[in-house]
Antibody, heavy 120, light 108 residues
Framework: EVQLLESGGGMVQPGGSLRLSCAASGFTFSNYAMSWVRQAPGKGLEWVSFISGSGGVTYYTDSVKGRFTISRDTSKNMLYLQMKSLRAEDTAVYYC?????????????WGQGTTVTVSS | EIVLTQSPGTLSLSPGERATLSCRASQSVSSNYLAWYQQKPGQAPRLLIYGASRRPTGIPDRFSGSGSGTDFTLTISRLEPEDFAVYYCQQYGSSLWSFGQGTKVEIK
């Protein structure tokens, strides 16, 4: 069964850092591009970042450029999102999702999400 | 950046009725890169349609997508009780992804 499991969320003060992890299982991880998507409380979905299967290509939404870094460890089937200089507006549920090329990079399989709260 | 505008904001319908959801883009979107998702409260989104009109394995055929250019439509032919949820369109272009603000389909 294809499965994604996020972890690493929590409460952090403004300006702080947090690293989210996403454990992948049930598929050949290196064959799939991945994305992070977030959802602020009571709001819609917002794409955050993308990484290619090889890890050589990364993209970010403008509001997190220079603060967030996406990476992957194929040997561990793990996806990461390193978040620095966190702001109140980064408060959200963060989802990892597969973004297969066969689906034109639409987000196919999703994790259950991990909650990040930025507050003093 | 391409902005997606969904309408209506809320659609009040009864089970068995047909639902038609609209997604309009601020610039032309390649049909390959238009997707639709369903989200229920407390759950992660679920991919319903990719490539504007293609259904992933396991998605019922009462869900269909159409459109091109700047105007796309998600149609639910006959609403089942489990279809009442929020629906989002999403596009990918120029190394950026964006979502519409969502349409809530509620029970009338």
């Amino acid at each position: 069964e294809v499965q994604l499991l996020e972890s690493g969320g929590g409460m952090v003060q403004p300006g702080g850092s947090l690293r989210l992890s996403c454990a992948a299982s049930g598929f050949t991880f290196s064959n799939y591009a991945m994305s992070w998507v977030r959802q602020a409380p009571g709001k819609g979905l917002e794409w955050v970042s993308f990484i290619s299967g090889s890890g050589g290509v990364t993209y970010y939404t403008d509001s997190v450029k220079g603060r967030f870094t996406i990476s992957r460890d194929t040997s561990k089937n793990m996806l990461y999102l390193q978040m620095k200089s966190l702001r109140a507006e980064d408060t959200a549920v963060y989802y990892c999702a597969t973004a297969p090329q066969d689906y034109y990079y639409a987000m196919d399989v999703w994790g259950q999400g991990t909650t990040v709260t930025v507050s003093s | 950046e391409i902005v997606l505008t969904q309408s209506p904001g809320t659609l009040s319908l009864s089970p068995g009725e047909r639902a038609t959801l609209s997604c309009r883009a601020s610039q032309s979107v390649s049909s390959n890169y238009l997707a639709w998702y369903q989200q229920k409260p407390g759950q992660a989104p679920r991919l319903l349609i990719y490539g504007a009109s293609r259904r992933p394995t396991g998605i019922p055929d009462r869900f269909s997508g159409s459109g091109s250019g700047t105007d796309f439509t998600l149609t639910i032919s006959r609403l089942e009780p489990e279809d009442f949820a929020v629906y989002y369109c999403q596009q990918y272009g120029s190394s950026l992804w964006s979502f519409g603000q969502g349409t809530k389909v509620e029970i009338k």
